[in-house]
T-cell receptor
Framework: GNSVTQMEGPVTLSEEAFLTINCTYT??????LFWYVQYPGEGLQLLLK?????DKGSNKGFEATYRKETTSFHLEKGSVQVSDSAVYFC??????????????FGQGTILTVHP | EAQVTQNPRYLITVTGKKLTVTCSQN?????MSWYRQDPGLGLRQIYY???????DKGDVPEGYKVSRKEKRNFPLILESPSPNQTSLYFC????????????FGDGTRLSIL
């Protein structure tokens, strides 16, 4: 079946530091990949997505590149801000077979940014 | 304002007492789904619905029921809640499919004693 594995958290950084949150996946075929962000006390919201190999999704200074050869979709940001403190979820959608209609999420990574 | 509304936001109840968590969206979305969020496990999909009267199991459907009689509403029913269903629950909707941006509610925190 499909699965998503994220790096263990929590991640604690100082403001303006470089951020990487690793995400790898297991799926057959050509899934679509997503990063969602959850701010404290809120539901998730879509941060960025990529639908095919070598696509780069980007939004609000965050980027992630769909690497089929390494089955990865790592999230990066060059300079984090305190307001980026949140929980980040990597997710996968695979239209094939019994997966149709399902969205599979990783465990989530807590990011805390200090001034 | 476009939104997904869940009620209640918080509930403490006892084992075996039937409960319903309501979910309503005002965006005319066809796709709706329910997730539970547990520490270390992320979000796991319980049920989803592609349209009115069309529902299907997600990855953790045991102990839950859903219905989709109207496009805007997708209630989650726990017929006989147990302590292992203590969790944070989210409802989400999108225009037609799971690979389109999901709009999430603010969550419902359930405690089953």
């Amino acid at each position: 079946g499909n699965s998503v594995t994220q790096m263990e958290g929590p991640v604690t950084l100082s403001e303006e530091a470089f951020l990487t949150i690793n995400c790898t996946y297991t799926a057959t075929g050509y899934p679509s990949l997503f990063w969602y962000v959850q701010y404290p006390g809120e539901g998730l919201q879509l941060l960025l997505k990529a639908t095919k190999a070598d696509d780069k999704g980007s939004n609000k200074g965050f980027e992630a590149t769909y690497r089929k050869e390494t089955t990865s979709f790592h999230l990066e940001k060059g300079s984090v801000q305190v307001s980026d403190s949140a929980v980040y979820f990597c997710a996968l959608y695979n239209a094939g077979g019994t997966s149709y209609g399902k969205l599979t999420f990783g465990q989530g990574t807590i990011l805390t940014v200090h001034p | 304002e476009a939104q997904v509304t869940q009620n209640p936001r918080y509930l403490i109840t006892v084992t075996g007492k039937k409960l319903t968590v309501t979910c309503s969206q005002n965006m005319n979305h066809e796709y709706m789904s329910w997730y539970r969020q547990d520490p270390g496990l992320g979000l796991r999909q319980i049920y989803y619905s592609m349209n009115v009267e069309v529902t299907d199991k997600g990855d953790v459907p045991e102990g839950y029921k859903v219905s989709r009689k109207e496009k805007r509403n997708f209630p989650l029913i726990l017929e006989s809640p147990s302590p292992n269903q203590t969790s944070l629950y989210f409802c989400a909707s999108s225009l037609r499919r799971a690979n389109q941006p999901q709009h999430f509610g603010d969550g419902t925190r359930l405690s089953i004693l």
